[in-house]
């Protein structure tokens, strides 16, 4: 592979300038946070369909999953196609209604009502560094398959990526995400086509076969080999994706709850059989690189290799298309906890002047994603760190709050406190500034999750109900 094509340049430059336009183009005049965050609760199923798939199909679903299933076969499909499926086929049959029926913003607006004050600013701190972390994790995707396919600095990647997400983001809103989406979920279709049939039309299956059984990989087409590490994966995704700000804010952004049912049944569908593709293609290359594995990501040698520039161009784009659109969710929905729980709180005066603060807030929450991505340097390890803030601390409180009648705010307290301080005590080793001897990701996930539901336990048992509670059962019924 020559990593310095110089047409991918023009190819790059071209895809980062279409974006942006596409943004720029369908942000409008906005009044309200609803209207910035939630693109005024009128998207139909479609935009629904379109915005989630191209926002759950990410970096790692096509780089890390082609690299696994060229190296440990068709179990990849554990990492992240399982999870994301999972995710969204439960959102669509448990969730939706009661999501969509909530008259608050925020999980953390639900949190204050359920578990009070002091636990709404815990929420706020995780649910913040959750999405900048997930939004990092895209970065670092980015940085590494620029780096790889065109010999472009790690940094200065970064830098480029996060300016057009940033500025079309902090304008537009969701509306500009939404849009954006659009085009680059016709991207990401076209690409994994392509990357599949280029993939499958390099040898016969007959030669997949007997180069597996040549290099003594007996699991190689049993997707249940290492079981252990791929439920603890799958577990640890699919929790927080569950109850992740993204799912609520597409959910309450649709028109109405069967717009959103629709539109995440479809989303099922069609990721399944994308992360089929990304499998298939990772386990077909396995005779083109029986002697050892590829000095650069499968997707890039494919892309790069003896393909037509047009077969090629497409599969590039599509992954940065696969990049850009998750990682602008990530920082939109971030940004929306950042103004509602943190700015407003904080400065009441702000709720005169919602956008601008939106505006401000999604701009620090995408420089705080770029500060990340510079520490870090693996996207699957990355994207583990940000799942397990989320399935550890706030899974549990936060299903619970969901279906609670009575609020109970040491429970809710004890709950995210145990669960979010063991993933924040991991994710500080991660980054060396601990030392505890934790176990790593996804491992570490059975002790944060027990935690967690013993902080529950203990609180709901010493927990009080006092007169004037917090609590608001018709919670159910608002916007």
Known sequence: MDPMRPEFFGLFAGYLALVLAAGM?????????????????????G??????????????????????????????????????????????VVFVRPLHRLSVLTWSELVELRYGRLTRLLTAVLLGWYM????????????????????????????????VVLAYSSSGGLRSVVFTDLLQFVLLVAGMAVLFALASGRAPWSEVAAAAAESRRPDYFHPFGNL????????????????????????????????ARRGL???????????????????????????????HPLVAEIAAGPASFLAGGLIF????????????????????????????KTFPSARRRPVLWSRAATLVLGLAAL???????????????????????????????????????????LGLAAGGGFALAGFLEEMGALSLGLPAWPRSLPYGL??????????????????????????????
């Open 228 to 259: 252990g590490e791929n439920i603890l994966i799958f577990l640890s995704f699919t929790l927080a994706w569950t109850i992740s700000p993204i799912a609520l804010q597409r959910i309450q952004a649709a028109r109405t709850a069967r717009a």
């Open 450 to 479: 027990a935690l967690s539901a013993a902080g529950f336990i203990v609180g709901s048992l010493l927990g009080k109900k006092k007169p004037g509670s917090i609590g608001d059962p018709s919670i159910h019924e608002g916007g």
């Open 132 to 163: 900048a972390v997930l939004a990092a994790s895209q970065m670092v995707a980015l940085g590494q398959f620029l780096r790889t396919f065109l010999g472009l600095p790690y940094a200065g990647s970064l830098v480029a990526g996060a300016v």
């Open 317 to 344: 784009v599509a992954v940065l298309a696969a990049i850009l659109s998750t990682m602008d969710t990530a920082v939109n929905a971030g940004a929306l906890v950042l103004t509602r729980d943190v700015i407003e």
């Open 371 to 413: 500060a990340a991505a510079l520490r870090f340097r693996s996207v699957l390890k990355t994207l583990g760190l940000s799942s397990e803030i989320m399935a550890e601390g706030f899974f549990i409180p936060g299903l619970a709050m969901i279906f609670l009648k009575k609020p109970r705010p040491l429970a809710g307290l």
């Open 25 to 45: 183009a369908f942000s409008r005049r906005m009044r309200s946070l609803e209207d910035f965050f939630l693109g005024a609760r009128r998207f139909p199923a």
């Open 47 to 92: 935009l629904i369909y379109v915005s989630l798939t191209s926002s759950w199909f990410g970096a790692t679903s096509i780089l890390v999953t082609a690299d696994e299933a060229l190296r440990t076969g068709l179990g990849a499909i554990w990492i992240v196609g399982l999870p994301a499926v999972a995710t969204v086929i439960l959102l669509a």
């Open 265 to 295: 049944a479809a989303t099922a569908a069609t990721l399944l059989v994308l992360y089929l593709l990304v499998v298939l293609a990772g386990v077909w290359s396995l005779p083109a690189f029986k002697g050892g594995p590829p000095a």
